[in-house]
């Protein structure tokens, strides 16, 4: 064992995530500029301990004591402890900062502290940005015709064509075909999230078909829970909802659901996003379509709102903030936080922009009530319409709460009744005193949680719409013009028609979704090469603007984008053109020639070989262990687990060191909570392996390797379970069978391949005489936590 972590640590190349300027743009700068310049600046009067705090270069000098700042690590770094109000001097002097705002500063500095460049590229002078024609990512998509190839029988459809003429012009050729098994196991993980079952694996021998394999696996419902989870990563959706404080989101699972739905259904792309934008804006004809629409919402409702802040103004435009960097990098492809303070620096976005956009977010109610009396906001929640049957079911539902909520409290006092007479240092005394804290918990989380209509945080019209001025430095109070309401002037008209007493939430979706429009076909049909192919033909997935990098292939980009639009903004049909491509089909072994003519793959002469994603490891080593739960859909957080809840004066808070549902542990990843600040420790698989901060936008995860990765894989309990589990499943069965096709069967559930010559024997050997159980658990584990179940080949 301890030979395979040498081989696993060292069989990895380690890969950091680039550093998030825009984080410092929405999250440090404003708050530098409104708490710190006047004192800490080249503008101030008299810059107090020569301390410049207004550029990366005045940053770095520090002050007369030296410097302030320790790139990675806040626990040294002056700056923060005076943030902190541990160190001296205590800043800012006006006033500690809330704590989330000093999360921020931590976070950025353990990121390193990335501060984007001081010299505005040529697109940010004055006029460049009059004259918005001339970056790639703004022009109107093309529809380019499918080059010629000097091999015109490798291409399979015309994706082939552009990759492959391009590898014509460097004198490259394209790596072979990967093996059929290859391809089957690569297309059923990257489309479902799950390995290809051994009935799966010989109806694909019986029947090699490809378009039927992709077919069937496009048309199952694991289809959804996997691509929903790539959507979600570009969103806030988190099952709780304020930063620190794990306030729950009890109605969050919907939202999810609903992605999941609508990517099973193929909703055209475009209904999808103006679905998310304005559902509750929306005609309807049932009241399913109508839940479906107030649930979409759900986007924008949901997020890291830091809802412990008494000055409301400045919390809503916080709110708008989020929701804006939401809007531009995950449908777009720009980082409108950026205009917040001042003009774009780099793209031609300016503050008029910014505020135009953010007025019809602020006419939206995105928190409204308390969960406290105190400063507590709370999401916006709505109920949906229900089917007379499910009003039937909810009116049994109520009932029978009520009969339990009844029987607990009487049990209660019964106890407390059964307490009151005895000596408090008496066993019986003590026992009793557990029984009624136990007690005493159910009842309150009984009453926390009772039976509701069917409900979804959601957005809803403000009650008076109306523009915004532009907010000075980010600050709510020092208020400047008003911004009308409007899109941003990057691609075409960006005014807009909003009728009156309405926010322009309907009017800015139907303006993203134009076909006019030519950032959201591209983004979308980039986001999906890069989950497919492992890297996009833009590299910077959420980040189309001058700063971002250039397409590799811009007119295989603009055919797909073109395809995608023209076949109605169907995300199945433009999925399966690209794995059904030879592009998509090629092995992951690398050749010389390529090598070294394009080390990085940017041209696609092999398939890009990448870790599996954290969930489908864990849902793959559930999956061939047979542990996995079908169950799909419907509330996620763990309410009724013991500890779960702090319950003592503020039952509405989720513990630290919650647990999860013992009914529901071994469900799919996608259905189990997702918190902030982290994933409860049996979910321990997620934190370790990249699983994305759900306070942050993920365009592209990172894929780091560290030594805790190997560790766990060793060590970890649900590790060793499913290890265990799957040596069950090899050992039952027929007694007759021979211990070599059961080790035959093991690689093919595992690996998705037949034996390798002399694997088998290889293995019998490692298991040894008479089936002992520790021996085959051994075994299973080694293969679970080998490079060829978690790599993608």
Known sequence: MERFLLIFLSSLLPAAPPPDS???????????????????????KIAFANLRLDTKANLAKGSDAGPVLTPGNPTTSRLYQSLLYTGTPKMPPTGKLPDSVIADFRQWITDGAPWPDETPTPSATPAAK????????WQPIANPPAPPVRNPSWPANPIDNFILAALEARSLTPNPDAPPHLWLRRVSLDLTGLPPTLTEQHAFQQDPNYEHTVDRLLASPA?????????????????????????????????????????????????????????????????????????????????????????????????????????????????????????????????????????????????????????????????????????????AETRDYWSKLTAVRQNLERLRADRKPLDKDSPEAKALDKQIQAANQLVKLMEFLPPVPPTAHALQEAETPADVPINLRGNAHQLGKLAPRSAIALAGSHQLDIPDFTSGRLELAKWIVRKDNPLPARVAVNRIWHHLLGSGLVPTIDNFGTRGGKPSHPDLLDHLATTFVNNGWS??????????????????????????????????WRANRKRWEAEI?????????????????????????????????????????????????????????????????????????????????????????VPTQALYLINAPFVKEQARELAKRSLSGDQSQPDSERIRELIQRVYARPPEPGEIDRLLTYTGPGRQPEAWERLCHTLLISNEFLYRR
């Open 22 to 44: 825009t984080f410092f743009e929405r999250k440090i700068r404003p708050v530098l500029a409104e708490k710190c310049f006047a004192c800490h600046s080249q503008n101030a």
């Open 130 to 137: 009059a004259n918005t024609q001339n970056h790639w990512a």
């Open 223 to 395: 289809f959804g829970e996997r691509w929903g989870r790539h959507w979600l990563d570009q969103t806030y959706f988190a099952d709780n909802i304020e930063i620190g404080r794990r306030v729950p989101a009890r109605h969050a699972w919907r939202y999810r659901d609903y992605v999941i739905e609508s990517l099973n259904r193929d909703v055209p792309y475009d209904r999808f996003l103006t679905e998310q934008l304005a559902g509750d804006q929306l005609e309807w004809t049932t009241p399913l379509e109508r839940r479906r629409n107030l649930t979409a919402t759900g986007l924008l409702a949901l997020g890291p709102w830091p809802l412990v802040n008494a000055d409301k103004e400045q919390l809503r435009m916080d709110v708008v903030d989020l929701q804006l960097d939401l809007i531009g990098r995950s449908m777009l492809g720009l980082t409108l936080g950026c205009a917040r303070c001042h003009d774009h620096k780099f793209d031609p976005i300016t503050l008029n922009d910014y505020y135009g956009m953010a007025g019809i977010l602020a006419s939206a109610r995105t928190l409204s009530g308390r969960l406290d009396l105190g400063v507590f906001s709370n999401v916006n929640q709505v109920i949906l319409p229900e089917e007379p049957d499910e009003l039937t079911a909810r009116a």
């Open 571 to 604: 995300v199945k049909k433009l999925i399966r053109a690209i794995v059904l491509s030879r592009t998509y089909r090629q092995a992951s072994t690398p050749n010389a020639a390529g090598q070294e003519a394009d080390p990085e793959n940017r041209l696609h």
């Open 617 to 705: 490891l864990r849902d793959a080593m559930l999956a061939v262990s047979g542990q996995l739960d079908p169950t799909r859909g419907g509330p996620t957080l763990p309410f009724y687990v013991e500890g779960n809840m702090n319950v003592l004066g503020k039952p509405e808070f989720l513990s630290d060191h919650a647990k999860l549902d013992p009914a529901t542990r071994h469900r799919r990843s996608i259905y189990l909570p997702a918190l902030r600040k982290g994933q409860v420790q049996e979910l321990d698989i997620l934190n370790l392996f990249d699983f994305p901060d759900t306070n942050q936008i993920t365009g592209a995860r990172p894929s780091t390797t």
